[in-house]
């Protein structure tokens, strides 16, 4: 699952460039494991709660015009732009859980039919 937005006001290139548009796809185990296996994170501060959530962050966006997404971007965002992944983070966490919930939902229902003999499968 991935989720679109576009910052107010963008990441800063160093030829000057300001890229707003970005995607955010979900937190699974295998980002963990990307940060864990990941040469330029900084492992001194890898303990501190903050740069580890810059860390998982950084993992999971992509910025149109950028090849990588760095921790110090992400902890460099201004507050609107923070504000507006945040906003992003909380969107793709409620779809994951309502695709999980109705996916549960659905499997509840195709075992009740099966038990009632009435599986159209």
Do not use: W
């Not at 979900?26 to 994170?41: N, S, V």
């Not at 149109?64 to 201004?78: A, I, N, R, Y």
């Amino acid at each position: 699952m991935q989720i679109t937005g576009t910052f107010t006001e963008g990441i800063i290139t160093e030829d000057g460039r300001i890229l707003r548009d970005f995607t955010l796809v979900e937190q699974t185990f295998r980002t963990t494991l990307e940060i864990a296996h990941d040469q330029d994170i900084d492992k001194d501060l890898i303990n501190d709660e903050v740069y580890y959530s810059a860390c998982l962050v950084a993992k999971r966006l992509s910025v149109d015009g950028l090849d990588k997404v760095t921790p110090e971007q992400v902890l460099d965002l201004s507050a609107l732009d923070s504000a507006e992944l945040t906003g992003q983070i909380y969107s793709l966490e409620r779809q994951r859980s309502n695709f999980r919930s109705a996916a549960q939902a659905a499997a509840e229902e195709r075992a009740r039919a099966a038990e009632a003999g009435t599986d159209p499968a």
